[in-house]
């Protein structure tokens, strides 16, 4: 009989009537067993054991055990009951991590909301942020701008007002302005300090500086925007105009849109900073009245400096847009005496010539595409540039330009065919851009 499945019960010296047959040569023993006592009941699945009795002879009885098929149910039962134990283990300390990282995420979204939402601070808050004047910005017209940190992961740009200089009014238009924009092409005013004759101006700080860096600078020359990326900034500053513009419950002028006064994200999306200049109308009406001309030399609309040119309006920042994107395109000052050809030295016109008659640009092409998207910035700057405001475009309509294809864009009239009104001028039939600009005060 196979024994592997059974068991000791009794031990029993040979003479027992169970035994019906024994041999030993010393080295093996063999039994004959008369009859199996435990067969039936291992038969049936049951468990044999040693029956406590008086009896001389063994006796045993059965009793209920597991079977085979039950015990390899029981195992496998087992075993899912532990990966289920395991499972909700990790679903677990899966969820708490979660929740961890949840409270982590909200927090530091408290903490950048908080410090982008304008605050006033003292003068001692200010010195601890900007670091003691250790890292410096750049220098302002009206002041020193410097990196300082609100919290270990919110950085901010800190710039300190001159008092010799101005009267705060900058001061005032920037507090006025920019604390109730909010637009993603628009650097952000996190706070300000008004401490006795200190006053200062937070922002949100850009990593990649200004735009002038890049267009300018033969330090940076290696790192040369493409002329995609040219593209997405003029469309992105654009936009930002347009809803300065459009999109403010009081229509806002810049007054000061220039390289300098672009600055750029980590992702080099452009962001229009320096207030100090603007001014308030009201939305209804297109025009303002000004005592003094404002703005940078090279990017003044000349209605600002004559009024034989036109009345001030919102169509004072196109003309500066203008200009911007062809010292885009050409990668230089708009006038620049240092070139060699005298031709040269008013890049606007000179590039509008070379437009009129089908001449190649010469400027960097690198990528297929780029002689396109160089020639519609062009256009889209010299319509921007025209002389008198009624022929310039909209903000709306230069953004729906520069978002078109270049190939649809016609070349607007030469803006530097006559810089002096006459008759002839007045009275020339109105392009589409042209509308009636009313004059009102502007609004302090």
């Not at 605050?119 to 410097?146: H, M, P, W």
């Not at 509008?352 to 089908?358: F, P």
């Amino acid at each position: 009989m196979d024994l592997s499945s059974c068991r000791g019960l009794y031990n029993a010296s040979i003479g027992y009537h169970v035994f019906t047959d024994y041999k030993f040569n010393g080295s093996a023993f063999s039994l004959k067993w008369l009859k199996s006592i435990c067969g039936s009941c291992l038969r049936g699945g049951h468990i044999c054991r040693l029956k406590k009795s008086n009896s001389r002879e063994p006796e045993t009885e059965c009793i209920k055990g597991v079977s085979k098929q039950t015990m390899v149910t029981g195992t496998i039962f087992d075993f899912f009951l532990l990966m289920l134990v395991i499972a909700m283990f990790y679903r677990l300390y899966s969820s708490n991590k979660s929740e961890r990282e949840n409270r982590i995420k909200v927090k530091r979204f408290l903490e950048y909301y908080e410090a982008l939402k304008p605050s006033r601070y003292s003068y001692a808050d200010i010195k601890r942020i900007r670091n003691q004047f250790k890292d410096t910005l750049g220098q302002e017209g009206y002041g020193t701008v410097y990196k300082g940190k609100l919290s270990n992961e919110v950085f901010v740009a800190v710039k300190i007002l001159n008092n010799s200089q101005g009267n705060g009014e900058e001061f005032i238009n920037e507090v006025a302005t920019m604390g109730t924009i909010h637009h993603v092409n628009i650097v952000r005013l996190v706070g300000f300090c008004a401490d006795r004759f200190k006053r200062a101006l937070i922002y949100e700080y850009l990593p990649n500086e200004s735009l002038e860096k890049f267009i300018f600078s033969r330090v940076v020359k290696n790192y040369s925007l493409s002329w995609k990326k040219l593209q997405e900034i003029a469309i992105g500053i654009a936009k930002g105009i347009e809803y300065l513009h459009q999109g403010c419950d009081q229509r806002i002028l810049h007054f000061d849109i220039k390289p300098h006064n672009i600055l750029l994200d980590h992702n080099f999306n452009p962001k229009i900073s320096d207030f100090g200049l603007a001014k308030l109308c009201s939305k209804e009406q297109s025009a303002v009245s000004m005592t003094v001309a404002r703005g940078t030399i090279g990017y003044i609309a000349p209605e600002v400096l004559s009024r034989n040119f036109g009345n001030v309006s919102y169509k004072s920042d196109v003309y500066s847009f203008g200009m911007l994107l062809l010292e885009m395109v050409g990668e230089r000052k708009n006038i620049d005496v240092s070139v060699e050809s005298t031709s040269q030295v008013y890049f606007p016109e000179w590039i509008y010539n070379h437009l009129d008659i089908g001449e190649e640009l010469y400027i960097r092409i690198e990528e297929k595409g780029d002689v396109e998207i160089a020639k519609k910035l062009a256009i889209v700057g010299l319509s921007c540039i025209q002389w008198y405001p009624m022929d310039r475009p909209s903000m709306k309509i230069v953004v729906q330009m520069l978002e078109g294809k270049g190939g649809k864009l016609t070349i607007p009239p030469n803006p530097f065919a006559s810089t002096t009104p006459t008759k002839t001028n007045l009275s020339k039939p109105r392009s589409a851009f042209q509308q009636e600009l009313a004059i009102i005060s502007e609004v302090e």
